[in-house]
Structures are given as C-alpha cells and as structure tokens.
C-alpha cells in the first residue's frame, strides 16, 4: 500500500518551532518530488514549500521565506520542514505529497501535480 504519513505537528507558542516529516511506505521517494500544502479552516489549501527529488532545487511560498526550510533524506525515505519563528497565522493542517510530474518544479503550487497525499498533521501556533 503506497502512504505517506506525516508528523511532528502540536501546539506551539508564537515565535516557536516544529518540525514537521513526512515518511513514505509502500514506494521510494527517491523519484518523487515532495511538497508541503496546508489548509487553515474555511481556506482552500495552499503550496507551503517543495523539493525536488535529488533535493537540488527549493520553492517556497512568500509567506514562510525566511522561516521554514525544506529538506530531504532519501535514505530514511522521508522529507522534513523546520518552521520557526511560528506565527498565528502558520496554524493550519500541514499535508506532504508526493509529484511523478515533470513539470512539478515550475507548478509546485498546483494540487493537481500530486500523485500521493497525506493525511496531514495539525499545527497550531496561540499562545
């Protein structure tokens, strides 16, 4: 069964940190591109960041420049954003997914470019 599973998500106080990853089973990540997406209640899902397969290449989005970092262990079949400096507005649920499409680089933002989703993760960042 291909999955993807994330974790990491939780509560956190404004200007704090979390990790966030996102494992594979069922498949190898080494031919994927994976991107971050998340989705705040009553929002449509937004592109957060995306890495491409050999990890070369990183998009994000103007709103966690600076504060988020994507990254890739092939080996451990996982991908991984750092989120710091959190703010309210960062609270949302976090999905991975994982992107076979050539075009995927210059289209990270596009849901449809995704073959595989999560299920996602929670983060909320109040005080």
């Known amino acids: 069964q291909l999955q993807l599973v994330e974790s990491g998500g939780g509560l956190v106080q404004p200007g704090g940190s979390l990790s966030l990853s996102c494992a594979a089973s069922?498949?190898?990540?080494?031919?994927?591109?994976i991107g971050w997406f998340r989705q705040a209640p009553g929002k449509e899902r937004e592109g957060v960041s995306c890495i491409s397969s050999n990890g070369a290449r990183t998009n994000y989005a103007d709103s966690v420049k600076g504060r988020f970092t994507i990254s890739r262990d092939n080996a451990k079949n996982t991908v991984y954003l750092q989120m710091n400096s959190l703010q309210p507005e960062d609270t949302a649920v976090y999905y991975c997914?994982?992107?076979?499409?050539?075009?995927?680089?210059?289209?990270?933002?596009?849901?449809?470019?995704?073959?595989?989703w999560g299920q996602g993760t929670q983060v909320t960042v109040s005080s």
């Open positions: 069922g498949f190898t990540l080494d031919y994927y591109a």
């Open positions: 997914a994982a992107s076979s499409s050539e075009t995927v680089v210059a289209l990270w933002q596009r849901l449809n470019e995704y073959d595989y």
